[in-house]
């Protein structure tokens, strides 16, 4: 061989070299969809820190632009966005087509309020579907490992056994928003059935409350909250007179509801556990189902005393009827995500109420900064 074609070889070589070592580094990318959502953006803040690259796909109807300031002053990375409504079948393959790189999918966008889901079944159907529908289209056409799905523990409505494992029998739906979830994990399971190459896991959540540690992000609903933690926290600061309880009389240790509250940082961690489950084939089965829980139930007065407690802030309540739809108690059986995932909640109540208290703080002494400029 003459020394120019051992060259010319050489170069070759070092090219491919180069090109293989560029590949090993590309990083992961991950789609979240409802990324600027509370649960979506704590998540994105988990999978940046851990090198993932994200891409967030968000139609704001529910969150606000400004939360990819906060994911952005926490990690210092912005996420590439896109604002769509997933539910478009046009732009959703577009959306595909342009992003092809995409290894798997965190799809956490979808409408979550029970009362409103029995005022208006049909938006529900069609929004929490069609876009799920729409996804796994994608994902079939794009070779995409899999996807992780934002599920409920609203699928168990009142077991009969506590905690809750994750055989515990599906009961019949409560509301349109939970047949949604319902409905959702039959059509990944008949998906996932015909799809063996893609692997998808629900994670159930119990009841996500809190706020990142830096209070740069947080629960922001828009209007009068539905959900127990984000009414109190704005009770103490003013904006709402008074928390009403709903029901002193279940059968329960002081006579108000059970539920297994979660830090949504440990939620968040959950999820970047099963997303590289998923990318690294480590899934037993193709189609996997954990709770995601503390494993211990609180009740309504337990939150406020420990609210009071963590915060120093006296909170103004009263005790009124039940809330029609309401379960008695549930929390979660959490030995199997424990031990499968090897993940485990970590952060305790006090702690996570205070993380919401200074969330709320911080983001509505930013509002009226903003308001007198
Ligand atoms: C509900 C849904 C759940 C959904 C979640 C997120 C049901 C059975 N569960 O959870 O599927 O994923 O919302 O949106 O519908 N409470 C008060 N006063 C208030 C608000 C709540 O006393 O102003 C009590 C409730 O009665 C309940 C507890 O606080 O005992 C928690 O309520 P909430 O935060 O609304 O969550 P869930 O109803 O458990």
Known sequence: MSKSVAKIKNIKLINIRQILKYKHMKKTKILVTGGTGYIGSHTVVELQNKGFEVV??????????????????????????????????????????????????????????????????????????????NILENIQLSGIKGLVFSSSCTVYGQPDELPVTEIAPIQKAMSPYGN?????????????NVNPNSKAIALRYFNPIGAHKSAKIGELPIGVPNNLVPFITQTAIGLREQLSVFGNDYNTVDGTCIRDYINVVDLAKAHVVAVERIIENKTKFNFEVFNLGTGNGSSVFEIINSFEKATNQKLNYKVVARRAGDIEKVFADTRFANEELGWKAEISLDETLLSAWNWEKYYRAKKSLLNKE
């Open 180 to 192: 949604t979830k319902q409905i959702a994990e039959e059509i990944i399971t008949d998906f996932i």
């Open 56 to 133: 967030i796909v968000d139609n704001l109807s529910n969150s606000h632009i400004e939360v990819l300031d906060g994911i952005t002053e926490i990690t210092g990375i912005r996420p590439t966005f896109e604002q769509f409504d997933l539910c478009d079948s046009e732009k959703t393959k577009n959306f595909f087509t342009k992003h092809n790189d995409i290894d798997a999918i965190i799809h956490f966008a979808a409408f979550k309020a029970v009362g409103e889901s029995v005022e208006k079944p049909l938006m529900y159907y069609r929004n929490n579907l069609d876009s799920l529908i």
